[in-house]
């Protein structure tokens, strides 16, 4: 047999074990926020490692204000090294979203049920981490020794902006260009899809300052809500229909997402709610915004447009003061459609499921901003099992077949970036 038919062949031999990594992982409630039970995952996953001949290294994020002695941000890398050659990188995230309400299993019990594991991470992501576990390992079993390194990683705070993960690996020079070569993240983009990039983010605080007065008399102070509200009617009127009409080149899914958006995350003005009541005309209203931005608008005229629409907005109204404060930003990322990252990928789909991958964009971001950012490393997708759609919903599962399907696929494209092996 050729090493493609044996490295298949070996991961469907481990199929099983495949599942019982994933159940396992699964098992271990990395719940964040806060960030619980890193440490043991991590060690878990070092573990496996270990007996599949990766020397491995925990890395803490020790120099971060989250890592906690009771909530330590620990990560784990494993590499393994058959010559002298590239170095391909798999990443998965080892934290998970709060399991929420709605479920009819143990989110944490990793039940087997219609071909599918359920539980809160599976598909996001810890059958990925799996599925890239064992394709590092059908690659040993078929006894091919590629020239070059494979290396695994299981990072934290991935689904809090990711800090103390990837952005700690790749500050430190851990994952960097020059070290690295090439980098797939297994996060769940459906079985036959390559994820090359993301929109930007822009996230900011606006504040609206006017004057208080007695509540009887309003017309003697100057309301800061409705100085807010001037904003977003402007947003409604002016600002969404030309977002809408902006429509990027990059292939980003669902269909509405291909277009700049703009969301208010949260308002608040005046007294407190909860509070008693007091007949004030309100002199302070904050809210946050998250804009998503296209790769072709760029961030400085995405923040010049917020801009000049919070000034005209509110230039109507006499006595009001502003203030924007930036939050949060991240520039938009995308793999080059000719990288080898994305051609192996899409060769190995083919070879294992016969069809052509489609090539997508994510609506939000991931760990590949980090890798594309901080490590500059170009040749970066995200391919993994599980569908996009199910990431973060109660019962969230993952097809078993997907699962080793997209095992195959990620040992397949390792391979090949390794340039083959005998
Ligand atoms: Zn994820």
């Not at 941000?73 to 590499?79: C, H, L, M, Q």
């Not at 090294?81 to 934290?95: E, K, Q, S, Y």
């Not at 904003?231 to 229909?241: D, G, K, S």
Request: hydrophobic share 40%; glycine share 10%.
């Amino acid at each position: 047999m050729n090493p493609i038919d044996r490295i298949v062949a070996e991961v469907d031999r481990a199929a099983d074990e495949i599942v019982a990594l994933t159940q396992d992982l699964v098992r271990i409630p990395t719940v964040n926020p806060p960030g619980d039970e890193y440490a043991a995952c991590a060690s878990l996953l070092g573990d496996t490692l270990r007996r599949h001949e990766f020397a491995v290294e925990f890395i803490v994020a020790d120099g971060r204000a989250e890592h906690t002695s009771r909530h330590p941000r620990v990560n784990v890398v494993g590499s393994r090294a058959t010559g002298r050659g590239p170095v391909v990188h798999l990443n998965g995230h080892i934290d998970v979203v709060p399991p929420g309400d709605g479920w009819t299993t143990d989110p944490f019990g990793a039940v087997i049920r219609d071909g599918r594991i359920f539980g809160r991470g599976v598909c996001d992501m810890k059958a990925g981490i799996a599925a890239a576990v064992f394709a590092a390992e059908a690659i040993r079993r078929a006894g091919v020794e590629p020239a070059g390194t494979i290396e695994i990683s299981g990072t934290v705070d991935e689904e809090s902006g990711g800090f103390a993960g990837v952005a700690w690996l790749a500050e430190r020079g851990r994952i960097a260009r020059g070290r690295t070569d090439y980098v797939i993240i297994p996060e769940p983009l459906n079985v036959d899809r390559i994820c090359v990039g993301h929109r930007g983010v822009y996230w900011f605080e606006l504040t609206t300052r006017g004057r208080t007065a007695h509540g009887s008399m309003p017309f003697l102070g100057v309301s800061a809500i409705d100085a807010m509200n001037a904003v977003m009617t402007a947003i409604r009127r002016e600002l969404e229909p030309a977002l809408a009409r902006r429509v990027t080149t990059m292939p980003v899914v669902p269909d509405g997402a291909r277009h700049a958006t703009i969301n208010v995350n949260a308002i608040c003005g005046g007294q407190p709610i909860d509070g008693v009541q007091t007949p004030c005309v309100a002199d302070c209203c904050t809210a946050i915004f998250d804009r998503r931005f296209l790769i072709e608008e760029g961030f400085a005229a995405t923040k010049d447009e917020i801009a000049r629409l919070v000034k005209g907005a509110v230039s109507s109204i006499p006595g009001i003061d502003f203030e924007l404060r930036d939050l949060m930003v991240v520039e938009p990322v995308l793999t080059p459609h000719d990288s080898p990252v994305v051609s192996a990928v899409g060769g190995a789909i083919r070879q294992v499921l016969g069809s052509t991958a489609s090539l997508v964009a994510s609506p939000g971001t991931y760990d590949h901003k980090h890798v594309a950012r901080i490590a500059g490393i170009r040749d970066c997708v995200a391919y993994g099992p599980g569908e996009l759609e199910l990431a973060h919903q109660p019962d969230e599962s993952c097809r078993i077949s997907d699962l080793v399907s997209a095992t195959k696929v990620i040992a397949l494209a390792t391979l090949d970036l390794m340039g083959g092996g005998r």
